[in-house]
């Protein structure tokens, strides 16, 4: 097997993971509005690497050069994303009890990096997949479910901190810092 099924089969274990350990709890939350955006996304995730890998190509050593960096640094800006959280992240879009808004450390730069890790690793994947048709499967619907996810999160924390979190839209991007 590749050592990119194998980094793949990692990635898919951590998510898996994270969906079990930092779900909301009841009683925990003031507000819970996921409408189908982690099963979405999942389903856009699983369906984008089952298909990317069945048209991918033998790896490129170009290609893979260019795509495990992207991977490892997805990784790490999703996983400094989740710890600047802490007890605030969770996997399905709810505002806990304690919640504050996180305008500051890597939120400083975009407002939803976790999800632009998930894309710099999909892209990085998809590049070491060396198929055009790789990456449209891939990266085009995972993008489209993290675009949905966001809006639904997006309203969700406008509603929950209403003018601040106005405030906080116009100084910084949504998941690509200076551009998108």
Known sequence: ????????????????????????????????????????????????????????????????????PLIIGGLIIRWIAILQLGNSFTVDVAINNAANLKTDGIYERVRHPSYSGILLVVTGFSATMNSLYSFLVLVVPVFMAVIYRVSVEESVLINEFGDKY???????????????
């Open 1 to 68: 097997m590749r050592p990119i099924v194998y980094l793949s089969f990692a990635y898919a274990f951590s998510e898996f993971l994270l969906m079990l350990i930092k779900r909301s709890k009841e009683g925990m939350v003031k507000t819970r509005k996921d409408r189908g955006s982690l099963i979405f996304l999942w389903l856009m995730i699983t369906i984008g690497f089952v298909g990317g890998f069945y048209l991918s190509k033998p790896i490129n050593d170009f290609w893979a050069g260019f795509g495990f």
């Open 166 to 180: 106005q405030l906080y839209k116009t100084k910084t991007k949504k998941l690509i810092p200076g551009i998108y």
